[in-house]
């Protein structure tokens, strides 16, 4: 059974849970269900305890009403004596046994909220079952601890924890978790699985669940059944306390297996760590050997200083020591830091476990390792020092005979050929230039000679070396060098009289050259003078006037005056190379060649200069004809002059006339009109002069005449002064035109018109028909309008809509003839329209046809849109807009 005897130990901190515990109020009604679920929990909870001392209760609130019980529940499951009852019958002695027994409690730090001896004694159900809670609470429920947590959050994590393998079992509380019977089933089959077969149990079945569970834990597990399955499942929230109460008795009943287990892990525990102890011991002992015995065998390989005969067979060993190095050290490198790390871990773990240190056997310390381990590095390092002294030592000497054999194979390749170069003679057929290359040659070959002796010097050197630290090959060594010797005494010889060859060669062909010279010096200006003659005498020339060709004549005569002095200069040129070939034949000399000085042959001067001579006569003959052909042009240009300055004289006169019939029209508008186009019949009966200068300008054209020194006037400049010309009478008719239209459309007078007139060509100070915006401003202040820049801005928007700064008489005479006089507006047309619409804000085709003449009509049907106001019929037409669009803007 449980022993409580413990928690007479636990601190005051307690009372404050049980305070918070203790829900119970005076005032408040128990539910029934839960008061019924309480009786029978809190009796056989206390039967539990009381059958120890041989007795029980019936009645929980009958029972206790002496104390007499209530002292020996709180003896038997504290294990600790209370005072001595009183045994009499009266209220007074119940109501101090049932104070003594509230003290006791209340001595292990249990508040009792709301319960007095009185209500005990007097048998209040209600106080009764409370008092109970705060019992169990206190010595069933406080000391449960998990993880931490203590009393009722411990006692919840605990049956988490144990249930939460199980399936259809997630225990979040005292009531609900535990209707359905597995929670319990759960909780012994965790610890007893074989009092329970839970796959055999189902959700849907809660009553044989619990009676299940509860009839086991009564018969093998020694807690009484303290509730009924009816209680619980015919419950929506079974009572909390009495489930808490319930499960209590689990985990209690379970604890002894708990610490058993708890006992058992300390004992693997211990004898694990103990086992993983000796393993880490068997195994440092183990890698220390085979450590010690790989540096043991390694030691005596690094010591072997047996010598090589070659640099191969050093660098084998050197590649073994590097294998050495990189493949079989690292892994021991390791081995050694693995024990070494094994065995302090081993030292710290036996230390942190309690055990005695680790020694390991004689010789296979950390120390003893770390010894053997020095005296291998030792060893390495003298190998490696010793492997390297050897290697350069070899090196050395086949580095001395490969630079031999390198030096000598130079050589003898800069050799090779020399000889034949030196004995041939080649400078007798050549040229001085030649000579002199070849000269310059030789000196250089003699440089370079002097140059190869440092590298004869040398391999005589490296031999003698080679000699002293005797070199196994030193025979061959010695004979290629005598022979590199010998050869180097030949090549001496050979080339001083080769040098002294060259130098007589050069003497002779100097006197040569020096003709060779002049001639070349002589004969590239002369000829240069001919190809510069020929080019101007076949040089196409183009002229525009007399001037130009006469003087090309007078440049031609000066040439030919030139020609028999060059003709003087070529004779001596030629004197020049006979006298060269006379030097060569006397003297036995073979010209290997041409002139080197320069390409001009004597043969090319002749025929050049032949060419020239049958040139010059051609040219007269061109130059001739050209002179006859400008004076026929300078013919066709005073002709064109003369027609042209009439013409243009004509043109200016008329447009000055034009110019001033605009500005000063007298009478009607009419007479005006017919003036007009009187003076229009008179200038245009001027056109044959006008056809009779357009041909004589085709002849200057067909003559490709570009200028004309006898007039400033050009065809063009004269056809466009006639068009303006033109131009200017129609737009003046069409004025007066325009005029006469507006005077009747708007009503205007004559004297209104002439009015208008005046006052424009008063401001129109150019007299050009138009007027700058500035004068316009003065022009419409005069007529008495006050202008801010806002509304001169919209006039100039009206006179000058394109934004040209420049307005017509025209459009002045619209915009006075538009603010003086009444016009349509686009509200009196819209108005106009609804008339014939009966007052509708549209009209149909229909009515449109029958209201207007047929033109009209379909114009206005195939511009306006359709109507889609709410009041519209089908072929309704929009009037509003189409009135709108007739004026836009211009009407704003």
């Not at 090779?416 to 170069?421: C, L, R, V």
Request: proline share 3%; aromatic share 8%; with cysteine.
């Amino acid at each position: 059974m449980v022993d409580y005897h413990a928690a007479n130990n636990q601190s005051s901190a307690a009372g404050v849970y049980m305070e918070q515990e203790n829900d119970w109020d005076r005032d408040l009604l128990l539910d029934p269900a839960w008061e019924k679920q309480q009786r029978k929990t809190f009796t056989a909870w206390c039967n539990s305890h009381l059958r120890k001392a041989g007795t029980q209760i019936e009645n929980i609130e009958e029972d206790f009403r002496d104390g007499l019980k209530l002292m020996l529940l709180l003896e038997v499951i504290s294990g600790e004596r209370l005072p001595k009852p009183e045994r009499g019958k009266m209220r007074v002695h119940k109501i101090n046994n049932v104070n003594k027994a509230l003290d006791f409690i209340a001595s292990k730090g249990v508040k009792l909220v709301s319960i007095g001896a009185e209500e005990i004694v007097d048998g209040n159900a209600k106080m009764t079952l409370g008092m109970i809670w705060t019992i169990i609470l206190r010595f069933a429920i406080q000391d449960i601890s998990v993880e931490e947590t203590s009393a009722k959050e411990g006692l919840l994590l605990w049956c988490q924890r144990k249930t939460a393998p199980y399936k259809n079992v997630n225990v979040q509380n005292f009531h609900i978790s535990w209707k359905d019977g597995l929670a319990f089933n759960a909780l012994i089959h965790r610890h007893r699985p074989d009092l329970i077969d839970y796959d055999s149990l189902r959700k849907d079945d809660p009553v044989t669940n619990l009676n299940n569970a509860f009839e086991v834990a009564e018969k093998h597990l020694d807690i009484p059944k303290m509730l009924d399955a009816e209680d619980i499942v015919n419950t929506a929230r079974p009572d909390e306390k009495a489930i808490m109460t319930y499960v209590s008795s689990f985990y209690h009943a379970f604890s002894g297996a708990q610490k058993a287990e708890t006992a058992a892990n300390r004992i693997c525990k211990v004898l694990a760590v103990n086992q993983e102890n000796e393993l880490m011991m068997e195994d440092y002992e183990k890698l220390a050997s085979e450590l010690l015995e790989w540096i043991r065998r390694t030691i005596p390989w690094l010591e072997n200083r047996t010598q090589e005969k070659t640099v191969n067979d050093m660098q084998a060993k050197q590649e073994d020591f590097r294998d050495y190095r990189c493949v079989h050290k690292p892994p021991k490198v390791q081995e050694k830091c693995q024990l070494e790390i094994s065995f302090n871990t081993l030292q710290t773990k036996l230390r942190l476990s309690n055990r005695p240190a680790f020694m390991p056997s004689e010789g296979r310390m950390v120390s003893d390792i770390n010894g053997a381990w020095h005296t291998l590095e030792g060893a390495e390092k003298g190998y490696e020092e010793w492997i390297l002294s050897e290697i350069r030592r070899l090196e050395r000497l086949e580095h001395l005979a490969e630079k031999f054999h390198q030096k000598a194979a130079i050589h003898e390749s800069w050799t090779d050929g020399k000889e034949a170069m030196l004995t041939q003679k080649d400078y007798e057929t050549s040229t001085l230039s030649e000579v002199k290359a070849l000269l310059r040659k030789h000196e250089a070959f003699e440089s370079d000679l002097a140059a190869h002796q440092d590298r004869v010097e040398q391999i005589a050197a490296i031999a003698q070396e080679l000699n002293e630290l005797d070199y196994y090959d030193s025979a061959t060594v010695n004979a290629r060098c005598q022979k590199i010797c010998d050869q180097w005494d030949v090549l001496g010889a050979l080339t001083q009289s080769r040098k002294e060859s060259l130098e007589r060669t050069e003497k002779q062909l100097e006197s040569i050259d020096e003709l060779y010279l002049e001639y070349a010096k002589r004969a590239a200006p002369f000829n240069n003078w001919m190809e510069g003659a020929m080019e101007d005498l076949q040089d196409m020339f183009i002229v525009h006037n007399i001037e130009e060709i006469q003087g090309l004549i007078t440049a031609h005569e000066q040439f030919k005056s030139t020609l028999p002095e060059a003709n003087k200069e070529r004779e001596a040129i030629q004197a020049i190379q006979a006298e060269v070939q006379k030097i060569a034949q006397s003297n036995g000399i073979k010209l290997s060649g041409a002139n080197p000085y320069t390409t001009i042959t004597p043969e090319s001067i002749d025929s050049k200069w032949e060419k020239a001579m049958a040139m010059v006569p051609l040219r007269d003959t061109a130059l001739q004809d050209e002179l006859n052909k400008q004076n026929n042009n300078d013919t066709l240009r005073a002709k064109f002059a003369t027609q042209a300055n009439a013409v243009g004289a004509y043109i200016q006169a008329k447009m000055e006339e034009i110019g001033r019939i605009s500005i000063e029209m007298n009478g009607t508008l009419e007479d005006q009109l017919t003036n007009l186009k009187e003076y229009q019949k008179t200038i245009m009966s001027y056109m044959p002069e006008i056809n009779k200068l357009e041909g004589s300008h085709q002849l200057i054209q067909e003559a490709l005449i570009f200028d004309n020194q006898y007039t400033s006037y050009t065809m063009e400049h004269l056809r466009v002064g006639w068009e303006q010309l033109l131009t200017t009478i129609a737009r003046t008719i069409n004025e007066v035109e325009n005029q006469i239209l507006t005077r009747d459309a708007k009503g205007i007078s004559q004297e209104q018109l002439y009015e208008y007139r005046a006052s424009f060509n008063h401001f129109d100070k150019k007299r050009s028909g138009q007027m700058v915006s500035d004068d316009f401003r003065a022009l419409l202040i005069s007529t008495g309008n006050s202008l801010g820049d806002t509304e001169f801005a919209r006039i100039m928007g009206i006179v000058d809509p394109n934004g040209s700064g420049a307005v017509t008489f025209q459009a002045f005479i619209d915009f006075m003839s538009r603010e003086t006089t009444d016009t349509d507006t686009a509200d009196q047309v819209i108005a106009s329209f609804k008339i014939l619409a009966a007052d509708k804000n549209y009209i149909t085709a229909e009515e449109l046809r029958r209201e207007l003449p047929p033109d009209q009509a379909e114009y206005c049907i195939a511009r306006m849109a359709p109507y889609t106001g709410p009041d519209g019929v089908p072929g309704a037409l929009d009037y509003m807009s189409f009135s709108t669009a007739l004026y836009g803007e211009s009407d704003l």
